[in-house]
């Protein structure tokens, strides 16, 4: 008999793409994360090395196959060709993302090696250097391509992460939104929101919003009585960072409120000094639901269902709330102005009462305490000068493309700068294993080094957390700095010396140029002098042509320096706004050098910006701009200056300075002879490859009035189109909006006959003021109700009702329109707004947290709270409105809802006494002892009443568990019977299931399956559950069991009065079973304590992990800058070679 195999056949990641490559595993080795790229090929060679000593042993390659994809990077051992796949034996070498390769090298002199570095523990700082042959060394560029996009495209995906705005421990307040004002501080005085309110009151000519109050407030005089104590506070870790988010989605932040407040008017009254009071319009609706993030604060309309304000904790400097208005607060925030400054606005609101005010002010110290703790936690430990990799880092620079013997050199140097102990170590370890050439020793001597800067490494005290600790502190550290930061310091002298002998040299060659363009530049110095001046008193924003030249250059930047580095475009290149510059800070003019070409500002330059204090290396040697100040070159003649053949070479052979520049180094322009530097108004160009640039020619009068005249007719077009398209974009919208509010699959398929009549009776003229025949519409409504016009024919039946009926019953709502109630605020605010996340959590229209659906529903409940003020708010509405909200508008849902609650009865059910719901309850009993004896007498035997079950069913009219299908039929009958249709359906339900219910012979499992089985119906079941509620007629039991229950009730109070001793039983079997429902409260309550602890732990795991990944995700944007800094010395050392190769006659440049 054969052996029976099998072949296990591995799923591809779903939508991807995965790649696989037969290779060879060489090794691994692990290092240090902050391990760099010089240092790489001597971590690839000594695991190469150890590899070839294990062979002597085992074969030191072993076959793998690399399975690269967006979804993982794995990499297995492949079996041999008679071998099968074993699932027990074989396991994967390793098994990572994608992005955590973070380098990647090729070896140009064995093209088959390469070597992946992947970050394995970031708490530990560790990672694993692998070490693959090809086969084919012309695979291996197609490999390393591969592994680039799949971490590019994991990067893109992981910046698709939720926002702020679904966190799920936001709190969320309904407020009123009173006005701004413009402050003049970030601080603000005692009583500032009183002078706010009062300001608004003085400039709307007497309005105040005390009138948008839902409850009285007590009168203004309140300051003869003791004054409340004052909330206030401000957040002295956040406050101090100028720090500025940008919107993300303009859009999104227009209001009314907020566009009407004009940034010119804000500056013309700072500077005159006069505070700016900006009340809001009383005809809007003001209300905003106040959203209290983890690291923002969001202002967000129900109306609009958009973000009015949205303001990162850095941004809001002062909170306080008001001492004779209690019931008001604000908060200042620092926001832009048209001329690249800031200015400091005050937002006031009001709340429903002081309780409120106080929850808010709480609420947002607790979310400022934490944002400033996990501040401080999540910043890493930054790379100084003084690290030990750092000097293995520059080490491995200088010897790079070195031979041996120079290497060798370099080591032996490098090693003098060891203790005594650290080179006799050295020196021993590298005897012990005897290489046998230099190349091999100097392999040797890194290996060692790299180990024991490691492990210095790990106890490492950066320069830059000393100068965080106290003055003290720092004194005593000083004294005791390791003999590494007293070599750094040297360093730092030999920089600065050879800085300036090429400063000199460049000095010598540039002032004869300089001398010979003195008459021609003359006309420009006071040009300079003068706008420099008005420079330094105004700052401005950088011009569109400096923008678009940033733009083009960082994308220039990347295309040329990400050769050695895996970050994603838009998650590594570091964010870097316009510095806001101070008067006293002004603009640093552009030295006047050889390698500086200012051109004009219609061809936009190649800039390769980096951060301060890091060199600047130009990529384009003959084109550079700094984003300072460039005005408009074409008012000024362009001028050209020509270089001699000599002049023309140096430019094009010159080195680049090193980067350590200071950023003073040429304000003393006595040192570059007689002639300043020209001005940066005044571009200065040369036949280079593009030649002199034209100068422009004057328009005419009738040429521009015929462009004038163009661009007008153009604007009018384009303000059309915008018009028609966001028409149709609405349009689109809408119909989106209703697919998937229909998202849900229907109970009984609607035939096209059906429809037809149904389309027939709503598109009858005048239907409102029609009685249709009621056996007609039971007939079309048990057949079927069209799903897209559910909506429809549901207020189609609401007008045949009130046709039906015309006298209303005796209580009616009052005739509020429901615009004028969502200006108001609710006292209900903290239950509808807790209730929001649970009412259909699974449907995509109000899965989104505060979404269009979810502040929809928010607006009717809230309402409906300030209409019906007996029954507020109540748990079970929200299930009842949601379901009138996915198949109608937002106004015509409140309406409905309004029917169902008045005219057909369901309000009595959600009264605070909750009476009614009692009622129904021995109602639905006495249906069952009557329909279903045996059912009832099961029921009776295990103690289970109907309010274990049936409670939901009748609050939320089944939507609470039953599927959305079966309870749009239930809905059905509801607008079409009356609420006596909850009590058919329970009751066909529970006869339906009366079998399996029998079979159930304990508490738990009956109410179980009553409430989780039972609503999983089958389709067939639930249409002959409708089917029976058409046929019933129960109206007459239930009301004779009414009239039973009231009967009940007096007999009960009027019956004869009980002796003393039957008075005590009866007394003490009460306290007794009391004193039990309090102990297993108690027990509830403790397990609740205990969960709430254990949720509590998860969340400080959960904050902990994240702090982590930013720090590691700091660490690589540091290590990113530092490789495109090698990568673009190693592209100048190219030049160089490539230019010396070619005319060696020239001379030998300056610099390393």
């Not at 070597?115 to 523990?121: F, Q, T, V």
């Not at 560029?141 to 590019?152: F, L």
């Not at 304000?309 to 909170?319: D, G, T």
């Not at 029921?939 to 289970?944: A, D, G, K, T």
Request: net charge neutral.
């Amino acid at each position: 008999m054969e052996p029976i195999t099998f072949t296990a056949r591995k799923h591809p990641f779903p939508n991807e793409v995965s790649v696989d490559f037969g290779l060879q595993l060489v090794g691994s080795l692990p290092v240090h994360s902050l391990t760099t790229m010089p240092m790489l090929p001597w971590v690839v060679a000594e695991v190469r090395r150890l590899s070839g000593q294990s062979s002597k042993k085992e074969p030191g390659t072993k076959p793998v196959r690399l399975c690269v994809s967006p979804s993982g990077l794995r990499c297995e051992p492949e079996p041999g060709k008679s071998q099968q796949w074993d699932p027990l034996i074989c396991s994967s070498i390793f098994e990572c993302k994608p992005q955590r390769v973070h380098k990647l090298i090729h070896n140009s002199h064995d093209p088959s090696y390469f070597a992946c570095l992947i970050k394995n523990d970031a708490a530990n700082q560790q990672s694993i250097c692998y070490v693959f042959k090809a086969d084919d060394q012309t695979k291996v560029p197609e490999i390393i391509s591969s592994i680039r996009q799949a971490g590019k495209i994991a990067r893109q995906e992981e910046l698709r992460c939720p926002s702020e705005f679904d966190d799920t421990f936001a709190k969320k307040f309904e407020v009123l939104f009173c006005g701004r004002v413009a402050v003049a501080h970030r601080k603000a005085p005692p009583a500032l929101i009183d002078e706010c309110i009062e300001g608004f009151s003085h400039v709307s000519g007497g309005f105040s919003s005390d009138q948008f109050r839902s409850a009285p407030q007590p009168p203004g005089d309140g300051e003869r009585g003791p004054r409340p104590m004052r909330k206030s506070f401000s957040q002295p870790g956040l406050r101090s960072l100028a720090f500025r988010k940008e919107f993300q989605d303009a859009g999104l932040r227009s209001s009314s409120f907020f566009s009407s407040f004009e940034e010119s008017d804000i500056e013309n009254h700072l500077i005159s000094g006069h505070n700016i009071v900006q009340p809001t319009d009383i005809e809007e609706n003001r209300t905003m639901l106040f959203t209290i993030g983890q690291s923002e604060v969001y202002l967000i309309s129900p109306d609009t269902k958009k973000i009015a304000l949205q303001k990162n904790f850095k941004e809001i400097s002062f909170c306080s709330q008001g001492i004779r208005h209690v019931d008001h607060f604000g908060f200042i925030c620092r926001e832009s102005s048209g001329g690249g400054g800031f200015h400091f606005v005050c937002y006031v609101f009001q709340c429903t009462n002081e309780a409120l005010v106080d929850e808010i002010m709480m609420t947002l110290k607790q979310a400022f305490t934490v944002a400033a703790v996990q501040q401080t936690a999540k910043a890493p430990a930054q790379l100084c000068e003084g690290c030990p990799l750092q000097s293995l880092h520059k080490l491995c620079e200088r010897i790079e493309g070195m031979n041996s013997s120079k290497t060798k050199l370099e080591l032996q140097k490098h090693l003098t700068t060891l203790t005594n102990q650290e080179q006799a170590t050295v020196f021993e370890e590298v005897q012990k294993l005897r290489p046998r050439n230099e190349q091999r020793e100097n392999e040797l001597i890194i290996s060692f080094l790299r180990c024991l800067y490691e492990e210095k490494q790990k106890v490492h005290i950066h320069i830059g957390e000393i100068k965080q600790t106290s003055q003290i502190a720092a004194e005593n550290i000083g004294s005791e700095l390791p003999s590494s930061a007293t070599r750094f310091r040297l360093d730092m002298l030999k920089n600065k010396a050879k800085r300036s002998l090429t400063e000199s040299l460049e000095s010598i060659l540039s002032r004869g140029n300089k001398a010979r363009g003195l008459q021609e530049h003359s006309a420009s110095l006071d040009l300079d002098n003068s706008m420099s001046s008005m420079f330094s008193n105004t700052s401005k924003e950088p011009s569109g042509c400096e923008k678009e030249a940033l733009s083009t250059s960082e994308s220039c930047f990347r295309l040329l320096g990400s050769s050695d580095d895996l970050s994603s475009d838009s998650e590594s290149q570091p964010t870097e706004e316009p510095a806001l510059l101070s008067p006293k800070q002004g603009f640093r003019r552009r030295a006047n050098t050889l390698s500086h070409v200012p051109v004009e500002c219609q061809e936009p330059p190649q800039l390769v910006r980096g951060s301060p204090g890091v060199s600047q290396r130009k990529l384009v040697r003959d084109f550079e701009s700094k984003a300072d100040h460039i005005s408009d070159a074409s008012r000024t003649p362009v001028k050209t200056r020509r270089h001699s053949w000599r002049q023309q070479i140096f430019l094009r052979v010159a080195t680049p300075q090193k980067a350590c520049e200071s950023p003073k180094r040429y304000e003393d322009y006595s040192e570059l002879g007689d002639l300043p530097p020209r001005s940066p108004l005044e571009p200065v160009c040369e036949d280079g490859p593009f030649g002199p640039v034209p100068e422009e020619k004057k328009r005419t009068s009738r040429e521009l009035r015929e462009l004038w005249q163009k661009a007008i007719l153009q604007q009018i077009l384009l303000l059309r189109m915008e018009k028609e398209n966001q028409k149709l974009q609405a349009s689109e919208n809408d119909l989106l909006n209703k697919r998937l509010k229909l998202d849900y699959e229907e109970i009984t398929p609607c035939l096209k006959e059906v429809t037809t009549v149904w389309e027939k009776i709503l598109s009858t003229p005048g239907r409102s003021k029609i009685k249709f025949d009621m056996e007609k519409m039971h007939s079309a409504v048990g057949q079927g109700v069209p799903r897209h016009h559910r909506g429809e024919i549901w207020k189609f039946l609401a007008e045949q009702y009130h046709l039906k009926h015309p006298f209303p019953c005796k209580q009616q709502p009052k005739d509020t329109p429901y615009k004028e109630l969502l200006k108001q605020l609710t006292s209900q605010q903290h239950a509808i707004l807790i209730d929001l996340g649970r009412t259909f959590p699974t449907h995509p229209y109000y899965s989104a947290q505060l979404g269009a659906g979810q502040l929809s529903l928010y607006n009717i409940l809230k309402a409906y709270s300030l209409l019906d003020q007996e029954v507020g708010y109540c748990q079970g509405l929200s299930f009842v409105a949601g379901i009138l909200l996915l198949h109608m508008g937002e106004e015509e849902a409140f309406n409905m809802l309004k029917f169902l609650m008045f005219d057909m009865g369901l309000r009595k059910q959600y009264r605070p006494d909750m009476i009614i719901l009692q009622i129904q309850m021995y109602q639905l009993s006495r249906l069952l002892h009557d329909y279903h004896r045996d059912l009832y007498n099961h029921l009776e035997e295990h103690e289970i009443g109907p309010s274990l079950y049936a409670a939901p069913w009748f609050l939320t009219v089944f939507a609470s568990q039953f599927p959305l299908g079966f309870v749009a039929r239930v809905f059905d009958m509801i607008f079409l019977q009356g609420s006596e249709v909850i009590f058919k359906v329970a009751l066909s339900l529970l006869g339906s299931h009366k079998p399996l219910i029998l079979q159930h012979e304990n508490l738990e499992t009956i109410v179980d399956f009553i409430k989780s089985t039972l609503p999983n119906l089958g389709l067939v079941q639930m249409e002959k559950t409708i089917s029976q509620v058409f046929e019933t007629d129960i109206s007459k039991q239930l009301q004779a069991y009414e009239v039973e229950y009231h009967v009940l009730q007096e007999e009960l109070i009027d019956s004869s009065p009980l002796s003393d001793n039957q008075r005590m039983d009866k007394l003490e079997k009460t306290n007794s079973s009391l004193r039990k429902q309090n102990l297993d409260l108690l027990e509830q309550l403790q397990v609740a304590n205990g969960r709430i602890q254990s949720l509590e732990a998860t969340v400080e795991k959960l904050l902990t992990s994240e702090s982590k990944l930013k720090q590691a995700t700091l660490a690589l944007e540091l290590e990113r800058s530092a490789l495109l800094q090698t990568v673009e010395q190693l592209q100048r050392q190219m030049a160089e070679l490539g230019s010396r190769e070619a005319d060696p006659t020239l001379p030998k440049p300056s610099g390393d």
